[in-house]
């Protein structure tokens, strides 16, 4: 005998009731947590482009399917994987032969050589790098890290972390001062960089990170003398294989071996090899702390799925079937930057309030407007706005990052659009920009 459903929506808060209803059911940290702004703004976008509008979606740091697809070998491997029965539970640090080709990699790329017990795989690089922050740092202690940066906010937040952030300027292309970082860093727990950067997609320099790493290991000498916690580098290299021109990317252990003790690296297949939904990431340091942070995984079952682990264990062992993927890649995504910001120089030799930092990395174009205050633009979010409507442009402030000293700077990020809508664009920001002037 079936039964009428039962409506249990009139159960539910609502209007004015839900303030009280979060307060006596919510944890203080749920409370003050935040979405994010990034992906806020980049479903308000395609909402409009779904509405039918013409717009050129700079927005999300992921990749259209019409514009770069993941290698062809993934596809097949997934496939094959999944065809074979691969549908159970991975262990909890990622299966044996991901973990091998990871440890590989490592030596075969970066001239590291790690144990098989430093390697574990989450589900992307995000649970990896919140396994980090939750077992490193206790409630109340301090994290470093520069603005504009990606998310470190948040998890702060999230582990009741004290944020210790160290501003950046366009003049060292938005990666963080030596000396401005060391002043933040006695007492922290943590260091967090990332290289190739997101938002900015500018680059760490060795003689940087050199100084940077000379100065972890002396601070934490002082501190094992004493019987202080140490200080840990979180180092974020998802990027590390998408760089432009000369440019080459630098680890901290590869620049002072002694870091090792001290580095957690993450990395993914979700921008290397365009594959942001197959949630494949891995990070390496210290065993004993990948240890525990095995255990979180064990807890919260943030691992990547077998078949995807396993297919991505078969691409890291191809080299020239990666090295063939990464060039046309890579060729794809600097060939959009190039036109990008050349487009924008030209807005700039015109007059035009507008700036932006050569391309050296990442799939990002850091890009000045200076519009607040111009034409009845109040704030930050009038020129969001503006551009949006009238220009068809979708960009994310730097605020979004954590940012709010360098007023007027946004990511441009290229993975989901061609060259063609780039073009196309360009003309469209003239005149909204002008139409303010």
């Keep these: 005998m079936s039964r009428s459903p039962v409506d249990v929506r009139s159960f539910f808060p609502q209007g004015d009731a839900v303030a009280a209803a979060e307060a006596l059911s919510l944890s203080q940290m749920a409370r003050g947590m935040q979405g994010s702004k990034i992906l806020q703004i980049a479903y308000d976008v395609q909402a409009r482009i779904k509405e039918g509008h013409d717009v050129a979606d700079f927005t999300v740091g992921d990749f259209a399917r019409s514009e770069f697809r993941v290698p062809e070998a993934l596809v097949e491997h997934t496939s094959a994987a999944l065809r074979d029965g691969h549908t159970n539970y991975p262990p909890a640090d990622g299966v044996p032969e991901l973990r091998r080709a990871i440890v590989a990699q490592a030596e075969r790329e970066l001239g590291l050589k790690y144990p098989l017990e430093s390697v574990v795989v989450g589900s992307g690089a995000r649970p990896l790098l919140y396994g980090a922050y939750r077992c490193l740092v206790d409630a109340g202690e301090k994290v470093v890290y520069p603005a504009p940066s990606w998310n470190n906010k948040n998890f702060c937040h999230q582990v009741g972390a004290v944020s210790a952030v160290v501003p950046t300027t366009p003049g060292s292309n938005f990666m963080p001062d030596v000396q401005a970082l060391e ?165 700039q030799a015109e007059g035009l309030p507008v700036q932006c930092i050569d391309p050296e ?7 000045k407007f200076d519009l607040e205050g111009k034409g009845g633009l109040k704030d930050e979010d009038a020129v969001r706005l503006h551009l949006l409507e009238k220009a068809g442009v979708a960009v994310v402030p730097f605020s979004a990052f954590g940012d709010n000293k360098n007023k007027g700077w946004w990511r441009f990020s290229v993975g989901a659009v061609s060259v063609a809508q780039i073009q196309a664009c360009l003309p469209r920001l003239r005149e909204a920009i002008r139409q303010v002037m």
Aim: glycine content about 10%; charged content about 20%; proline content about 6%.
């Design 361 to 367: 990395g990442a799939i990002y174009l850091s890009v």
């Design 183 to 347: 002043a933040a860093l006695p007492g922290a727990r943590l260091l967090v960089l990332c290289s190739p950067g997101n938002p900015t997609g500018t680059m760490i320099r060795e003689a940087q990170m050199r100084e940077i790493g000379e100065y972890i290991v002396a601070d934490n000498a002082g501190r094992k003398a004493r019987g202080e916690r140490l200080l840990y580098l979180v180092y974020d290299q998802v990027y590390r294989n998408l760089t432009f021109g000369d440019l080459q990317h630098v680890t901290p252990v590869g620049v002072v071996p002694e870091m090792a003790e001290y580095t957690i690296f993450v990395d993914a297949i979700s921008k290397c090899f365009a594959a942001t939904g197959l949630r494949v990431g891995w990070m390496y340091g210290p065993p004993h702390i990948a240890k525990q942070i095995k255990a979180l995984m064990t807890h919260v079952g943030a691992w990547a799925p077998r078949p995807e682990q396993l297919a991505t264990a078969r691409l890291l062992e191809d080299e020239p079937a990666m090295k063939t993927y990464l060039a046309h890649h890579l060729g794809g995504i600097h060939a959009r930057l190039d036109a990008l910001a050349a487009g924008l120089r030209e807005l």
